[in-house]
């Protein structure tokens, strides 16, 4: 009963460079469009930027069983994923040119289980709050009938990128 799965990425440098040349809602805007390479992460789990404006930024994921932990759901990495990087690229798409951001914490409720049976699944992050060095995001993912299934809050320091 094995099974495979066979994906590709494109080089993470790409991205990496063009980080801080634009603002972070250009540079999210270029990645959603494909003209920058999507994080190789968003490969190996399967998910896709849907939406981005300011403060705010959707992902989206169909769950499949190579997202399954040894209890047959989807493992609890695997929300933590979608959740960082809504939350993330929420506070990235309110930073102006010559800036850049990481995640501090993030804190996590798991509030419903996730199954192939559960259909497309959307984290959707929005910032609470940023200043000059540090942000407060959160996230929540929902199922395709809105149901709250995590939610998330995430801290982000806020600093300039070396020039290259």
């Given at each position: 009963?094995?099974?495979?799965?066979?994906?590709?990425?494109?080089?993470?440098?790409?991205?990496?460079?063009?980080?801080?040349?634009?603002?972070?809602?250009?540079?999210?805007?270029?990645v959603?469009?494909?003209?920058?390479?999507?994080?190789?992460?968003?490969?190996?789990?399967?998910f896709?930027?849907?939406?981005?404006?300011?403060?705010?930024?959707?992902?989206?994921?169909?769950?499949?069983?190579?997202?399954?932990?040894?209890?047959?759901?989807?493992?609890?990495?695997?929300?933590?994923?979608?959740?960082?990087?809504?939350?993330?690229?929420?506070?990235?798409?309110?930073?102006?040119?010559?800036m850049?951001?990481?995640?501090?914490?993030?804190?996590?409720?798991?509030?419903?289980?996730?199954?192939?049976?559960?259909?497309?699944?959307?984290?959707?992050?929005?910032?609470?709050n940023?200043?000059?060095?540090?942000?407060?995001?959160?996230?929540?993912l929902?199922?395709?009938?809105?149901?709250?299934?995590?939610?998330?809050?995430?801290?982000?320091?806020?600093?300039?990128?070396?020039?290259?």
């Amino acid at each position: 009963m094995s099974r495979s799965r066979t994906y590709e990425w494109g080089d993470p440098n790409v991205s990496a460079a063009a980080v801080g040349r634009t603002s972070g809602l250009e540079f999210l805007r270029d990645v959603a469009a494909g003209r920058l390479p999507a994080p190789p992460i968003a490969s190996t789990l399967g998910f896709t930027l849907e939406e981005v404006g300011e403060g705010r930024a959707v992902f989206a994921m169909e769950p499949g069983e190579e997202h399954y932990n040894p209890i047959g759901s989807v493992h609890g990495g695997v929300y933590a994923t979608l959740l960082d990087s809504a939350a993330g690229c929420a506070v990235q798409s309110v930073l102006p040119e010559g800036m850049g951001y990481t995640s501090l914490d993030l804190s996590l409720k798991f509030l419903r289980p996730i199954t192939v049976d559960t259909g497309k699944v959307r984290a959707v992050g929005t910032v609470l709050n940023h200043g000059r060095r540090t942000a407060l995001a959160q996230a929540e993912l929902f199922d395709a009938a809105d149901r709250l299934l995590a939610h998330a809050t995430s801290s982000c320091m806020i600093f300039p990128v070396p020039a290259r």
